[in-house]
Nanobody
């Protein structure tokens, strides 16, 4: 079984940066697409970004393109989400997830989830 643990969340000002980490243990994470999702208060879970198992391909939702970068270190079994130029609307709990599918964007396509980390951006 794959266990995922996110870290790196916090409270920042608009325009600041944060880097989220997703550390995996158990079943090899290196074979999985790594996805990032977020859920703001009162809103549904939203896809943010994903990176292929090889690290060669990444995909982002439009609202974060040019500001967020997803990456992974396969040797360390860790995925990252670098978030720059943060906006108040980025405030949410951010989740890391793993999938054996190639291009999953729907939460239901990810069987493995972390517990989430809170990101709060003030104006």
């Amino acid at each position: 079984q794959l266990q995922l643990v996110e870290s790196g969340g916090g409270k920042v000002q608009a325009g600041d940066s944060l880097r989220l980490s997703c550390a995996a243990s158990g079943r090899t994470f290196s074979s999985c697409t790594a996805g990032w999702f977020r859920q703001a208060p009162g809103k549904e879970l939203e896809f943010v970004a994903r990176i292929s198992w090889s690290g060669d391909s990444a995909y982002y939702t439009d609202s974060v393109k040019g500001r967020f970068t997803v990456s992974r270190d396969r040797a360390e079994n860790t995925a990252y989400l670098q978030m720059n130029a943060l906006k108040p609307e980025d405030t949410a709990v951010y989740y890391c997830a793993g999938s054996l599918l190639e291009e999953p964007s729907n939460p239901s396509q990810y069987p493995y989830w972390g517990q989430g980390t809170q990101v709060t951006v003030s104006s």
